[in-house]
């Protein structure tokens, strides 16, 4: 555009230019994914062929190899040798294992393997059972590398079960009265998935770490930095560290209550999900447990025992409510991030225990609710449904409700990334500076309206600091989308007479 306040000459006229600067898209913000920390299987299973040698050795190519056998918990198979034939190798007899180890303990040892000869003073000799330099054999073992404990993001169902083994047992246990859990983390995937997350990131629980509690301390501070961990569920397992304790139960609820508040604090909005050991002894009951707690961040399930059906043995079986809250978070996961779980239906469950079913009536659902646990209940339709979508802190709506928190932590991350990637900071500040800060983030608010995130915004205002000239602040209002959780009708029975004509015309 012509400078017309100049020396230099323009033309009369109208002159138009764009002094607009560009829109910043803020990056997606990941809603869809469920994060899941808690024991699994512990260990992998891998198969390989290898050649053997007696004057050398051959190294496996995993590292963690178990090369003896572990009684457990988890009990861990020594590896299995055969030759292409399937003849089966003995160890100490036909083949031995050297195991280097590496730094870092167990996880990054290389373990080497190493044919024997039935004359340790000829090693060209064949072994006991006629294993001879140059012949390959297949060797499948378990291991348990440094990547396991690490969180990983899968979208496939085989594959976390490739990687933290079956979700449930394939054989009944002698005590019809036992769990067929086989891996936690693998079960709470399923469900997880089953319930519309589009992915899950799965945490397994290091044994190496401590009880059960220090376990899962050590795998929160593994999901401290990370955005796409907005919707967690720790896997209360019932074990060592006693998970049907009221008090135990407290220290852990509470452990991750405080993650979440202090992760969202530093930028990541997250909320937890959590259900209880099905050993629970509820002495102290779930609306206690909910109370002490009062967290907008913490979501406390009910009932802490479901049935599941195990299609390998025929059967249902008792899980307990941690898989429940796994269900919930998927649901939500599923959800837009303005939608709750207000009678939501979950799946992935063929009901609930009949004692634990009697015992579910309105009064005890209303005390639950009132203090701030989501129950799940069966409705008329005789469908597994949300009552109400509640967290453990009821002392306002903005809090109660699950959705309104998370459309401010998705806010959050839409104006944090959207500001950032409009390359704004750094640059000088010149005359313009403020209208290119409200210009990027009435886009990203615009954005934000336009995904259906927020209802709406206002009162957009931008300044330059005047004790500090580097910084420019930013404030706006927004309008968040608020739950419809009632809706009162009101009828009432007329019993006023008109007059009627009969048939054949005559006046009643």
Same mark, same amino acid.
């Given at each position: 555009m012509p400078d017309i306040s100049s020396a230099t000459y323009s033309?009369?006229?109208?002159?138009?230019?764009?002094?607009?600067?560009?829109?910043?898209?803020?990056?997606?913000?990941? !809603?869809? %994914?469920?994060?899941?920390?808690?024991?699994?299987?512990?260990?992998?299973?891998f198969s390989e062929?290898?050649?053997?040698?007696?004057?050398?050795? #051959?190294?496996? !190519?995993?590292?963690?190899?178990?090369?003896?056998?572990?009684?457990?918990?988890?009990?861990?198979?020594?590896?299995?040798?055969? %030759?292409?034939?399937?003849?089966?190798?003995?160890?100490?007899?036909?083949?031995?294992?050297?195991v280097v180890a590496g730094t870092g303990g167990a996880s990054t040892a290389v373990t080497q393997i190493k044919r024997l000869s039935a004359d340790e003073g000829d090693l060209t000799k064949p072994s006991p059972n006629g294993l001879e330099d140059g012949d390959q054999v297949r060797i499948t073992y378990q291991f348990? =590398?440094?990547?396991?404990?690490?969180?990983?993001?899968?979208?496939?169902?085989?594959?976390?079960? *490739?990687?933290?083994?079956?979700a449930l047992l394939s054989v009944a246990p002698v005590n019809p009265m036992a769990s067929q859990v086989a891996s936690p983390l693998t079960l709470a995937a399923k469900v997880a998935l089953e319930n519309g997350a589009v992915s899950v990131i799965c945490l397994p629980t290091n044994p190496v770490a401590g009880d059960l509690r220090a376990q899962?301390?050590?795998?929160?501070?593994?999901?401290?930095?990370?955005? @796409?961990?907005?919707?967690?569920?720790?896997?209360?397992?019932?074990?060592?560290?006693?998970?049907?304790?009221?008090?135990?139960?407290?220290?852990?609820?509470?452990?991750?209550?405080?993650?979440?508040? #202090?992760?969202?604090?530093?930028?990541? &909005?997250?909320?937890?999900? *959590?259900?209880?050991?099905?050993?629970?002894?509820?002495?102290?009951?779930?609306?206690?447990?909910?109370?002490?707690?009062?967290?907008k961040r913490l979501v406390l399930a009910y009932p802490n025992r479901m049935l599941m059906f195990n299609s390998a043995v025929n059967a249902s079986t008792e899980v307990d409510g941690f898989y429940l809250a796994a269900a919930m978070a998927g649901r939500l996961a599923r959800n837009p991030v303005n939608? &709750?779980?207000?009678?939501? #239906?979950?799946?992935?469950? !063929?009901?609930?225990?009949?004692?634990?079913?009697? &015992? @579910?009536?309105?009064?005890?659902?209303?005390?639950?609710?009132?203090?701030?646990?989501?129950?799940?209940?069966?409705?008329?339709? =005789?469908?597994?449904?949300?009552r109400h979508g509640v967290s453990t802190d009821v002392s306002s709506v903005l809090h109660?409700?699950?959705?309104?928190?998370?459309?401010?932590?998705?806010?959050?991350?839409?104006?944090?990334?959207?500001?950032? *990637?409009?390359?704004?900071?750094?640059?000088?500040? %010149?005359?313009?500076? %403020?209208?290119?800060?409200?210009?990027?983030?009435?886009?990203?608010?615009e954005q934000a309206v336009g995904d259906a995130v927020i209802v709406a915004y206002d009162q957009v205002l931008v300044r330059q600091m005047s004790t500090d000239p580097s910084i420019i602040e930013a404030r706006f209002v927004y309008k968040p989308a608020i739950p419809l959780n009632y809706i009162v009708i009101k009828f009432a029975v007329d019993l006023t007479t008109g007059e009627t004509t009969a048939e054949g015309g005559e006046e009643l």
């Open positions: 033309p009369p006229g109208v002159y138009v230019s764009d002094d607009s600067t560009p829109v910043v898209a803020p990056r997606s913000v990941a !809603t869809s %994914t469920v994060t899941l920390v808690g024991p699994a299987l512990g260990y992998e299973t062929v290898l050649t053997v040698y007696s004057a050398s050795v #051959t190294a496996l !190519t995993q590292r963690g190899v178990y090369a003896q056998a572990v009684t457990g918990p988890p009990a861990i198979a020594a590896p299995v040798v055969r %030759t292409l034939s399937g003849q089966l190798m003995t160890f100490g007899d036909d083949y031995t294992f050297v348990t =590398n440094s990547s396991y404990y690490e969180p990983t993001e899968f979208e496939d169902y085989d594959q976390v079960v *490739a990687r933290y083994g079956p899962l301390a050590a795998a929160y501070r593994k999901l401290e930095t990370n955005h @796409m961990a907005q919707l967690i569920v720790p896997l209360l397992v019932d074990g060592a560290y006693d998970t049907h304790t009221p008090e135990n139960v407290q220290n852990l609820l509470a452990d991750i209550k405080l993650h979440c508040e #202090t992760a969202a604090s530093n930028g990541y &909005g997250r909320i937890a999900f *959590a259900g209880v050991a099905a050993t629970y002894d509820n002495t102290v009951g779930h609306d206690q447990l909910a109370i002490q707690q009062e967290s939608r &709750g779980l207000t009678k939501q #239906t979950i799946s992935s469950f !063929t009901g609930m225990p009949a004692l634990v079913a009697q &015992g @579910m009536t309105r009064s005890f659902r209303d005390s639950l609710s009132r203090s701030g646990v989501c129950v799940a209940e069966i409705n008329s339709a =005789n469908r597994l449904m949300v109660q409700e699950i959705s309104t928190t998370r459309i401010g932590d998705t806010l959050l991350q839409m104006v944090q990334s959207g500001m950032e *990637a409009s390359g704004l900071v750094g640059e000088p500040i %010149t005359a313009e500076m %403020t209208m290119s800060v409200k210009s990027s983030l009435v886009g990203i608010l």
